[in-house]
């Protein structure tokens, strides 16, 4: 049976003051149900925060992007064994503001779910589509071509990932899918991950709030969300994980 699980991104955003005082509301607030899991993923300075204050907890912590490298001549990059030194469990690999922002291709982001597993991370990988496509109807085309590569170079591992879909034009836009939208997507990513892979958790992001939590995490394909702003505020947060 597939767990649970709501991630929250914190993305470019937190501080030490702030983060000590979320980082201790959500230790003190979640009760940790059995078969749910609860996540943060923090700017690379603040790593060694999240370990402090979560290490004997039942939430993890993990990254928002990480490396393809190993090591090497990359100045300003950090590689997932970096990251796994702070205790780390999950990468965000692929998500739409690193694809548009920072052009990362479908390859790339498939070399940083491979890199992620050798350090022993979880790669949360992000799929999903912008407005215009679709509105060309092209929305499953586009989420199978971005899958695509992870599962080549995945292969078998690709039970121990979780995937996320991300439509682009639901992402801190205040629009979010509807849950028969999410999950007719969710539905069509299941089926390709095909029956042997159908432990692996699927989440949806994009404008998730307490208020629509419910009715998306009830779709049978939907496992829990990638959680952006909302997860900056320990009670709407843990709302939406309790969801």
């Known amino acids: 049976m597939r767990g649970k699980?709501?991630?929250?991104?914190?993305?470019?955003?937190g501080g030490l003051k702030q983060n000590d005082?979320?980082?201790?509301?959500?230790?003190?607030?979640?009760?940790?149900?059995v078969g749910r899991g609860l996540a943060v993923c923090v700017p690379f300075p603040y790593l060694w925060q999240a370990q402090a204050a979560l290490s004997g907890s039942a939430i993890a912590w993990g990254v928002q992007n990480m490396s393809e490298h190993a090591s090497g001549a990359f100045t300003g990059e950090v590689s997932?064994?970096?990251?796994?030194?702070?205790?780390?469990?999950?990468?965000i690999?692929?998500?739409?503001?690193?694809?548009?922002?920072?052009?990362?291709?479908?390859?790339?982001?498939?070399?940083?779910?491979?890199?992620?597993?050798?350090?022993?991370?979880?790669?949360?990988?992000?799929v999903g589509e912008t407005l215009a496509e679709r509105e060309a109807g092209s929305t499953g085309a586009v989420v199978t071509r971005?899958?695509?590569?992870?599962?080549?170079?995945?292969?078998?591992?690709?039970?121990?990932?979780?995937?996320?879909?991300?439509?682009?034009w639901a992402?801190?836009?205040?629009?979010?899918?509807?849950?028969?939208?999410?999950?007719?997507?969710?539905?069509l990513l299941r089926q390709r991950l095909g029956v042997e892979n159908s432990a692996v958790p699927l989440l949806y992001g994009g404008s998730v709030k307490a208020p629509n939590a419910r009715s998306l995490f009830q779709m049978p394909d939907i496992d829990?969300?990638?959680?952006?702003?909302?997860?900056l505020k320990a009670d709407e947060f843990l709302a939406i994980a309790n969801a």
């Open 5 to 13: 699980l709501v991630v929250g991104n914190w993305k470019m955003h």
């Open 21 to 33: 005082a979320l980082l201790a509301d959500l230790r003190a607030g979640w009760t940790a149900p």
């Open 80 to 91: 997932a064994a970096m990251a796994a030194e702070f205790g780390c469990t999950y990468a």
């Open 93 to 126: 690999v692929g998500h739409s503001e690193r694809r548009v922002l920072f052009k990362e291709s479908d390859a790339t982001v498939a070399a940083k779910a491979s890199a992620a597993m050798q350090a022993g991370l979880t790669p949360i990988v992000c």
């Open 146 to 168: 971005q899958l695509e590569p992870v599962l080549a170079s995945l292969g078998d591992r690709i039970i121990r990932a979780v995937l996320a879909y991300e439509p682009v």
């Open 171 to 187: 992402i801190g836009t205040g629009r979010n899918a509807s849950p028969e939208q999410a999950q007719e997507v969710h539905h």
């Open 224 to 231: 829990g969300g990638l959680i952006g702003g909302a997860s």
